[in-house]
């Protein structure tokens, strides 16, 4: 069984599972008990698009308008809503954690934050912090993994052929979304300068026009970001070209790094204290690096709460998906200490 079907299969299970959960009241009496060990149930909420996009290529970590505002909803009702500022304060100052609480986050940038997410946080009053991958800002450049999704999806193609990254047939809605996903995965563990020689290999294989102003439709612009910020929103830096900063040396992880703050700073004219590590993936030496060169605190993409003992530059986040079954059993932390337990060999 290949990664696609592994990848469907693990989100098919995620979702039985947790309305099965749900109608047991697994997740508020999982709830329940971790708050009574921990004392307070806190989480940072990862977000990325808010969109009714039904384009086949680019629906990854998509939630329509009408998802994103039951959830914002659902935590007003049941969360103390934080900003990210707050939250590290209180964890610098060792102070104790609200019961429930929630601060709100969106990664890499996308332009529907701005048309669709942003009026929704306004309407009740939430903050939140967006994430920004600035070599994509205002710049006609898809960021990599839509390109790879847009490739594939409209080449003419049969099947590809693509040596280091497998071979695909494409013969179908399904065999495109698999070629896409593998591909994708693939491409994160290569050094970015190969990474980069593969998708070029790829553009060419492919052979699709990919419509220039396609990127501009997608992603945010300096303007839209800055009448955000004028209106309360929080910015961070997300690196300046999406790379997995630990495939990269420790100097050009720096630049990624700090060049990305640089550039936000010098535009919206406001101080960046926080850092999204790209895709999640960091080590010692990166939380180390933001530590000492000036950011406040970094989050990570690991599906964890924030405890007293939390690191303010290991940051958790859990992912919000799909459907309030799915959201209620991530929120919960089951599935964060399923995956840290599997992850030592506990289980």
Known sequence: MDLFRNRALASETKI?????????????????????HI????????????????DGWCEAYTLSPESFESQIRYFCENFEILSLDQLCENLRQSRTLPKKAVAITFDDGYRDNYVNAFPILRKYGVPATFFLTTGHIGVSKLFWWERVGYLVQHTGAARLN?????RYALESAFDRRRACLMITEK????????????????ADICGVDIPADLANQLTLSWEEAEEMSQHG?????????????TNLPLNQA????????????????KRVDFFSYP?????????????????????TADPSWITPRTDVYRLGRIAMMVGPNASTTMLCGLWGDLRAALRVGKI
Do not use: C
């Open 279 to 299: 895709n999640g993936l960091f080590n010692s030496d990166l939380a180390e690096m933001a530590h000492r060169n000036g950011f406040v605190g970094a989050v």
């Open 16 to 36: 039985l599972v947790a309305a099965a959960a749900n109608r047991l009241h697994v997740p508020d009496a999982y709830a329940f008990l971790k708050r009574k």
């Open 39 to 54: 004392g307070s149930q806190v989480v940072i909420a990862m977000y990325h698009s808010v969109s009714v996009r039904k």
């Open 254 to 269: 720096k630049w990624e790094m700090f060049q990305s703050k640089e550039d936000i700073e010098k535009k919206l004219r």
């Open 233 to 245: 929103a929080q910015f961070g830096a997300h690196s300046v070209t999406h790379p997995i900063l």
């Open 162 to 166: 693509l040596e280091e990254l497998g």
């Open 187 to 202: 491409l994160k563990h290569f050094p970015e300068e190969k990474k980069n020689d593969l998708m070029e290999k790829l």
